[in-house]
């Protein structure tokens, strides 16, 4: 009567190791999913520094010397301007190639120019007088 008593005892120790493992398997899957959750927190608030690293300024000034423009290209949020500055000792007239959002008269030495760009896009200009000049505004 007594040793069919024992033989349960034995079977019913058996699961309960089986159980420990168990738990102990889940604890480790429960730190991995606790690392995945902290690396993604992390990627978030690079994306919030991209953006406004790329924020364009309101304003934007050229400055033409030696018959050349201080900057092949500038941009400005839409909305905002650009200002040419002619600080050569010639005159310069500066117009936009595909439009007349950029259409200055011609400017003397110290005379200056300001655009207002209110659509997005690019606009790539010249200088009426000394052709091989160039530049590009670009709105955003
Ligand atoms: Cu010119």
Known sequence: VGSPH???RRWARAPSVTAALLVGALAVGAAGCAD???SGATAGAATTVASTETAAPST???VIADRAFSADAVTVAVGG???WVNSDTVDHEIVSLDSDVIRSPVLGQGGSYTALFTVPGEYPYYCNINNFM???VVVR
């Open 36 to 38: 995945d959750t902290s």
């Open 60 to 62: 934007a000034t050229v």
């Open 6 to 8: 024992h033989r349960t």
């Open 134 to 136: 160039k530049g590009t």
């Open 81 to 83: 301007t650009v200002t």
